[in-house]
T-cell receptor, first 118, second 114 residues
Framework: GAVVSQHPSRVICKSGTSVKIECRSL??????MFWYRQFPKQSLMLMAT?????????EQGVEKDKFLINHASLTLSTLTVTSAHPEDSSFYIC??????????????FGPGTRLTVL | GENVEQHPSTLSVQEGDSAVIKCTYS??????FPWYKQELGKGPQLIID?????GEKKDQRIAVTLNKTAKHFSLHITETQPEDSAVYFC?????????????FGTGTRLQVTL
């Protein structure tokens, strides 16, 4: 149980185009999902918290108009990188804590999406 | 906000030896401490976690200890195997519920040599 999927696993796009990344919780519901970015040989940096049915909350320094987040259902959150540029090239990872009686939030991570902007 | 420091950044051990990774956190309100293993090109995988009301937890070859007074926690891997080679991240979070954010350490690259 507690499986999170991401699609696509890797994408290459031209500078100036937009790219959408999907994050799905396959066997549980998640009212909250988190989006991270990871540069090579670095740690995970939280970009934003996706909230089902309401606006996402962004971490300081993350442009909300550039990284559009939509949490349309209890099993799907999407991250759209708008007008992508080479500096947006990175490994994007989502995570989701299952909704349930647990009083602590275990987070389960997706396999990541490798974005390369040419 | 919370700050998590992790040491060492790289660790090389021989197969069968033990490996220890240490983390410290800054916010005494943190109450959940997971450890993740990340293989190259993959997402992090939760391998063990500990909550603030527990001092130690063990799962087969993996154990985690927590010292709330000193605000540090450690991952112990015994009888290491080549498949344990990966990057390990500690993390900490405050509060309860699904909206609690994780703050990650900087990672430890573990290499298990034959």
């Amino acid at each position: 149980g507690a499986v999170v999927s991401q699609h696509p696993s890797r994408v290459i796009c031209k500078s100036g185009t937009s790219v959408k990344i999907e994050c799905r919780s396959l066997d549980f519901q998640a009212t909250t999902m988190f989006w991270y970015r990871q540069f090579p040989k670095q740690s995970l940096m939280l970009m934003a918290t996706s909230n089902e049915g309401s606006k996402a909350t962004y971490e300081q320094g993350v442009e909300k108009d550039k990284f559009l987040i939509n949490h349309a259902s209890l099993t799907l959150s999407t991250l759209t990188v708008t007008s992508a540029h080479p500096e947006d090239s990175s490994f994007y990872i989502c995570s989701a804590p299952p909704v349930g009686p647990s009083s602590y939030n275990e987070q389960f991570f997706g396999p990541g999406t490798r974005l390369t902007v040419l | 906000g919370e700050n998590v420091e992790q040491h060492p950044s790289t660790l090389s051990v021989q197969e069968g030896d033990s490996a220890v990774i240490k983390c410290t956190y800054s916010d005494s309100a943190s109450n959940y401490f997971p450890w993740y293993k990340q293989e190259l090109g993959k997402g992090p995988q939760l391998i063990i976690d500990i909550r603030s009301n527990v001092g130690e937890k063990k799962d087969q070859r993996i154990a985690v200890t927590l010292n709330k007074t000193a605000k540090h926690f450690s991952l112990h891997i015994t009888e290491t195997q080549p498949e344990d080679s990966a990057v390990y991240f500690c993390a900490a979070s405050i509060g309860t519920g699904t909206a609690s954010k994780l703050t990650f350490g900087t990672g430890t690259r573990l290499q298990v040599t034959l």
